[in-house]
T-cell receptor, first 115, second 116 residues
Framework: EAGVAQSPRYKIIEKRQSVAFWCNPI?????LYWYQQILGQGPKLLIQ????????DSQLPKDRFSAERLKGVDSTLKIQPAKLEDSAVYLC?????????????FGEGSWLTVV | AQKVTQAQTEISVVEKEDVTLDCVYE???????LFWYKQPPSGELVFLIR??????QNEISGRYSWNFQKSTSSFNFTITASQVVDSAVYFC?????????????FGSGTQLTVLP
C-alpha cells in the first residue's frame, strides 16, 4: 500500500515570496492533516480536513496560509507571503477517518527554508 | 487542554545498552489514545504503537516495549539491546476523542543517539 506522498521535498524561497506544497494521502483515507514542524519541536497541527470539508483550522495563520482539498483526495497548502519564521518541515498526514484511535500516517514532509 | 511532556531532550547510549524514553501526558478526558512515533533523519514520522486509555496492559514487540501507567499519566518506551539504526527522534503523542476536532498533540521529542 502506498504511503502519504508529498512534494516538493525541499524548497528554498526568499521572504515575501509564495510557495505551495502538495499532498496525496493514502488511498481511501477520508481525513487529511497538515502539520508544521519547526526544528527541535514536535509537529503542530495547522489544518484538518474530513473529505473536502475543514474540521479544524484554528491554528492556521490565515493571513498568509491557505489550504484546500477540493475533491476530497489531494490537498495543497500555500504560503503567501512567506516569512522567515515559516522555515519548517510541513508534514501531511492521513487517517481512515477522524475517529479516535485510528492511526495517523505521515509523509516524509516538505522542508521549507525562507531566506 | 492536553499536554505531552518528554523531559529528555537528548539521550546517548552505546550499542546493546537498554534505553527508556519517558513520556508524561495531561488530559481531562477519560477516553484518549497514546502514540509513539519515530522520526529518522529522512523526516518521515513512522508509527510505532497506539494504546487506548482503557488498556493498561504493557506491550512488547521485538526489542521494543511500552509501559502505560494511568496512575502516573506516563507512557514510557524501552528499547532493549539498542542498535545504531535506532538513532532517531522519538515522539510521544496524545489523541483526544472528544469534541469535533480530534487531533494529535505531540511532545517535543527525544533525540536518541546509539553509538557503535
Amino acid at each position: 500500500e502506498a504511503g502519504v506522498a508529498q512534494s516538493p521535498r525541499y524548497k528554498i524561497i526568499e521572504k515575501r515570496q509564495s510557495v505551495a506544497f502538495w499532498c496525496n494521502p493514502i488511498s481511501g483515507h477520508a481525513t487529511l492533516y497538515w502539520y508544521q514542524q519547526i526544528l527541535g519541536q514536535g509537529p503542530k497541527l495547522l489544518i484538518q480536513f474530513q473529505n473536502n470539508g475543514v474540521v479544524d483550522d484554528s491554528q492556521l495563520p490565515k493571513d498568509r496560509f491557505s489550504a484546500e482539498r477540493l475533491k476530497g483526495v489531494d490537498s495543497t497548502l500555500k504560503i503567501q507571503p512567506a516569512k522567515l519564521e515559516d522555515s519548517a518541515v510541513y508534514l501531511c498526514a492521513s487517517s481512515r477517518d477522524g475517529v479516535a484511535g485510528n492511526t495517523i500516517y505521515f509523509g516524509e514532509g516538505s522542508w521549507l527554508t525562507v531566506v | 487542554a492536553q499536554k505531552v511532556t518528554q523531559a529528555q531532550t537528548e539521550i546517548s547510549v552505546v550499542e546493546k545498552e537498554d534505553v527508556t524514553l519517558d513520556c508524561v501526558y495531561e488530559t481531562r478526558d477519560t477516553t484518549y489514545y497514546l502514540f509513539w512515533y519515530k522520526q529518522p533523519p529522512s523526516g518521515e514520522l513512522v508509527f510505532l504503537i497506539r494504546r487506548n486509555s482503557f488498556d493498561e496492559q504493557n506491550e512488547i514487540s521485538g526489542r521494543y516495549s511500552w509501559n502505560f501507567q494511568k496512575s502516573t499519566s506516563s507512557f514510557n518506551f524501552t528499547i532493549t539491546a539498542s542498535q545504531v539504526v535506532d538513532s532517531a527522534v522519538y515522539f510521544c503523542a496524545l489523541f483526544i476523542s472528544s469534541g469535533s476536532a480530534r487531533q494529535l498533540t505531540f511532545g517535543s521529542g527525544t533525540q536518541l543517539t546509539v553509538l557503535p
